[in-house]
């Protein structure tokens, strides 16, 4: 089964995506995402300029020869655009097998797991009251778990706090927005936040929370404490992990459980975090990790160390990642939580999907492949605008982490 075209579409329903279309001389088509927020079109490039011209005339079922060919032939390895491209087209390819044998997807990884995904979905408030109330409103829609973030008095903007309850979109700006942090003013106000979520709705759902790589281990070895009579599900981001070994100090301090990885592209970013047990789920996902075919070997080595998977399903992951992750979700056997940010209806009716939510659990149909495609006729109407996520800065004007 040779490829015979691969074309990279940019559109931008409501936000920006990159998606490859794969086709074989059989017929077949396969999409992958190769979406990474705010620098979309060096991936595009990437696919474009380099790896397609190597891809047209290979054999579209070798999977894994191709990977090695791109991961290894490269020179340069790993990093996130070399990986998300990678990644775009193992997926597409996954999706090519998946449909040339008439099966979803997870029936070729190795079968149903369970039944249904448990998601989280994303609860958020200007402040606490607001964000108790939005708790609310998602434990009525039927989740089991819940991500609560709230605005920190003192800070004109947070991170994860939006106008729009349904839609959160952080790319906002044609230039990057500068917001302001403050370390302590934040601290001082979590705890409060889940004391009154407990309080009002009792210890039946999972309640998480990000911090988004805004803090150092000793920092996050306090908030992990001070938050332990919660009991969240995890906590996420606490603490920039290039520094594997610094989450020893955080780990030694909390029961509380430690998620982290988004920012993630290979098994090498995570591998100290794994073997050691410094960390409770790993949130790196396919379209930013290489694709299924890497995050397979991430997920068994973390099965090893009793870590368990909990990727990133944030709205810059378009439906063919969330697809893909949900055929991966439904077998893994190690398998966590799934993020889940709703996408727009327009972005919907770009990428029509077999998978839909149904009492706090996302559900994949039997659609052969990953249930994903892409009309392209729609993409076209939403040509690309350029976004960039906000930046941080101190008080004092320190540039800091977002
Ligand atoms: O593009 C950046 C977003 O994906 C990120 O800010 C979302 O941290 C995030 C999350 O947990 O969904
Ligand atoms: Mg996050």
């Known amino acids: 089964m040779k490829i015979i075209d691969a074309k990279v579409i940019v559109t931008c329903p409501g936000r920006n995506f990159v998606t490859i279309k794969i086709t074989t001389d059989q017929g077949l088509y396969g999409i992958g995402d190769a979406t990474l927020n705010g620098r979309e079109l060096a991936v595009a490039s990437y696919l474009q300029d380099h790896l397609?011209?190597?891809l047209i005339g290979r054999d579209a079922s070798r999977i894994e020869d191709i990977w090695q060919f791109f991961y290894r032939g490269a020179y340069w390895r790993r990093g996130p655009v070399g990986?998300?491209?990678?990644?775009?087209?193992?997926?597409a390819l996954w999706d090519i097998k998946a449909k040339a044998a008439n099966m979803p997807l997870y029936q070729l990884l190795g079968g149903r797991s369970r039944d249904g995904v448990m998601v989280y979905g994303h609860a958020n408030g200007r402040d606490i009251a607001e964000t108790v109330a939005e708790v609310g409103r998602y434990i009525d829609m039927g989740y089991k778990a819940i991500r609560a973030q709230t605005g920190v008095p003192g800070l004109a903007s947070t991170y994860g706090v939006s106008g729009d309850k349904m839609y959160y979109e952080p790319a906002d700006g044609n230039l990057p927005t500068e917001n302001l942090w403050s370390t302590s003013k934040y601290l001082n106000s979590v705890p409060k936040l889940f004391e009154t979520l407990r309080d009002t709705y009792g210890f039946d759902h999972h309640l998480l929370h990000d911090t988004h790589h805004r803090l150092t281990p000793i920092e996050a070895a306090q908030l992990g404490k001070s938050l332990e009579p919660y009991k969240l599900f995890w906590l996420?981001?606490?603490v920039p992990a290039?520094?594997?070994?610094?989450?020893?100090?955080f780990r030694q301090h909390t029961t509380t459980p430690i998620a982290v990885g988004e920012v993630f592209s290979s098994i090498h970013d995570c591998q100290q975090l794994i073997s050691e047990q410094l960390i409770d789920y790993i949130r790196t996902t396919i379209v930013?990790?290489?694709?299924?075919?890497?995050?397979?070997?991430i997920a068994h080595l973390a099965e090893l160390y009793?870590?368990?998977t909990g990727f990133h399903g944030a709205t810059d992951l378009s439906p063919v990642t969330m697809g893909a992750a949900l055929h991966f979700d439904t077998w893994v056997p190690n398998f966590g939580i799934q993020e889940y940010m709703r996408h727009t209806p327009e972005t919907d009716e770009v990428f029509p999907h077999d998978y839909h939510f149904d009492n706090g659990y996302l559900k994949i149909g039997e659609t052969p492949g990953h249930g994903v495609d892409i009309d392209e006729a729609k993409a076209a109407k939403y040509p690309y605008q350029r976004a960039?996520?906000?930046?941080?800065?101190l008080e004092d004007g320190t540039m800091f982490n977002w």
Not at 242 to 249: A, I, S, T, V
């Open 52 to 54: 397609i011209p190597c």
């Open 306 to 308: 009793h870590v368990r």
């Open 83 to 91: 990986m998300t491209a990678i990644a775009a087209i193992d997926v």
């Open 242 to 249: 290039e520094l594997q070994e610094g989450f020893r100090l």
């Open 388 to 393: 960039y996520l906000p930046v941080n800065r």
């Open 236 to 238: 996420e981001d606490a």
């Open 288 to 297: 930013h990790g290489g694709g299924i075919t890497h995050l397979r070997r």
